[in-house]
């Protein structure tokens, strides 16, 4: 079977960077066409600063990463520096990029890719805010019916809001573009913190990170280590889930994975509420389903699949 040809939409973020590494190790399941930087845990500047530092970490240079855009829809940015760090990827020493940025809009890139292939060819895999993903789709219509499949990590039911009470990070920081999304009619997977908090990078699992004794390996387990203090305080558990990685995984392996297709609807006129993902998983509204709405993973496969596929690298 052919690769699957994916777009990236990324903010890394430490857990950013862990899934570009695992797409970027997994050639034989996934063809990764570019990367769209968004502003979301840190802003623009930083965000497309690191997706390349991430590319010459895997020693990828030759992966295009495009700057996209740098604030929400209709409102202010809200950043994650207290829990990523000033640079997004606190943690291990890196080296700036020597590679340039790819020149043109990220939205621009993600619009020209999908009229280029052929239709249902190219997945997009946003990871972070989906401004650049629903501003693509208020631009240029037509590539709704030519995305394969939109795997995104975003949203919770059970697990409830981490930046406020109802909302999760991604789709607080901008729920219009999330609210465009999930109303486009296209073919999506959700990866909300229910399945995500359950892919805890515990000490041992981390220890096996260090272990593949590698520039890549010890990268790892150096952002896991900076960005688990806040996870671990917070939360009381035994280390900090990695969000985004799950998205690349399902692309690789998705019997690792369950839920339920349900309608997903987002909150974006309430103050108390906004962002919120209200997904119908009882089933209690006639609101037809929209999204495959992740809720189980199989955290010791995932953790296998993803320590042997960074020993690639």
Excluded at 16 to 26: E, G, H, Q, R, T
Excluded at 29 to 50: D, R
Excluded at 149 to 171: C, D, H, K, R, S
Excluded at 275 to 285: E, Q
Aim: hydrophobic share 45%.
């Amino acid at each position: 079977m052919a690769a699957r040809k994916i777009i990236i939409d990324t903010d890394p973020g430490q857990d950013d960077a862990v899934a570009i590494l695992l797409a970027l190790a997994s050639p034989d399941e996934i063809e990764v066409l570019g990367l769209t930087a968004v502003a979301g845990n840190v802003p623009l500047e930083l965000t497309a600063k690191n997706a390349r530092i991430v590319c010459e970490l895997a020693g990828r240079p030759d992966i295009p990463v495009y700057a996209g855009c740098d604030r929400p829809m209709n409102r202010e940015l809200v950043t994650a520096e207290h829990v990523h760090g000033k640079t997004g990827l606190d943690g291990p020493v890196l080296p700036d990029p020597e590679m340039p940025l790819a020149d043109g809009h990220g939205v621009d890139f993600i619009i020209d890719t999908l009229r280029a292939h052929a239709p249902g060819t190219v997945t997009l895999c946003p990871l972070g805010p989906l401004t650049n993903i629903a501003t693509a789709i208020e631009k240029a219509p037509d590539i709704v019916e030519r995305v394969q499949q939109i795997v995104l990590m975003g949203g919770a039911y059970f697990e409830v809001g981490n930046i406020t009470p109802a909302a999760e990070f991604n789709i607080y920081v901008d729920p219009q573009a999330a609210d465009i999304v999930f109303k486009s009619g296209a073919d999506i997977v959700v990866m909300p913190l229910d399945v995500t908090h359950d892919a805890l990078v515990t000490p041992h699992r981390n220890d096996a990170f260090r272990a593949l004794d590698s520039k890549v390996g010890h990268a790892v387990a150096e952002m896991t280590d900076f960005f688990e203090r806040f996870d671990k305080e917070k939360y009381g558990s035994d280390g900090a889930p990695l969000h985004d990685p799950c998205v690349t995984a399902y692309l690789i392996q998705p019997e690792l994975f369950s839920g339920r297709f349900v309608n997903v609807q987002i909150e974006t006129r309430s103050p108390l509420t906004m962002g919120m993902t209200v997904a119908d998983w009882w089933g209690v509204t006639d609101h037809p389903p929209n999204a495959l709405f992740i809720s189980d993973v199989d955290a010791d496969g995932f953790f296998k699949l993803l320590t042997e596929r960074l020993a690639r690298l």
